[in-house]
């Protein structure tokens, strides 16, 4: 592990991270989604998790969002949907990722969710082999299109045309 590596604090993402997640401007349209799953935190409902260094502030980024179950997909149990799952492109490939999926698992265990779902996109080649080296699987391709409101209050729709991708926690580690 590289020197910086270690000094990489994972942690809850605090109101006043929210402008830093925008990275100067490139995820302002996702303001809103940002404060709602910052809202939701504080209900308990999400889990987001931020990586920084003391040096360079966020450096990456995940959300956890509690679903409940969904016969029409057959699933059974409540789980976690993962999302914005982004490292700052000059820190990748160094572990970042990979901290932050193992709090992701961490936490999924002490809230008793064994499955964790996530989407990702078919072109994003490098995303589905490293969530694959982690013990995803692809359960579905997801096409479509997803809807949300941007920062400026439009609805704004935008094509999708996803892996549905699922962990599910081994019970041993649950002991
Ligand atoms: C996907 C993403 C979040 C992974 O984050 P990351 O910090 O690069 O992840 P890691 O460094 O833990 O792992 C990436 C690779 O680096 C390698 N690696 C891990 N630790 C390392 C280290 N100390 N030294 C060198 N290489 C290392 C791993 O082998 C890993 O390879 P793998 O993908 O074959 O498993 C990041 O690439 C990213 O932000 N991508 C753009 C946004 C995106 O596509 N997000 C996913 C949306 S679905």
Sequence with gaps: MENWLKTVNI??????DLPELEWGGEYKRYRRIYREIYRNSQKGLSIPLIA?????????????????PNLNYGIRTRYYFLSSFR???????????SLLLQECEKQ??????????????????RARWFYQEHGFKVVRIDEGTWTYVNDEGFVV????NAYLMKKTLSWILFK
């Design 11 to 16: 942690r809850l993402l605090r109101e006043e």
């Design 52 to 68: 920084e260094t003391a040096a360079e502030g966020i450096v990456g980024q995940v959300f956890l969002s509690q679903k409940e």
């Design 87 to 97: 490292v700052r492109a000059e820190f990748r490939d160094h572990g970042v990722g």
């Design 108 to 125: 999924a265990r002490l809230h008793r969710i064994r499955d964790i779902y996530l989407n990702c996109e078919r072109t994003n080649n």
């Design 157 to 160: 729709t935008e094509p999708q």
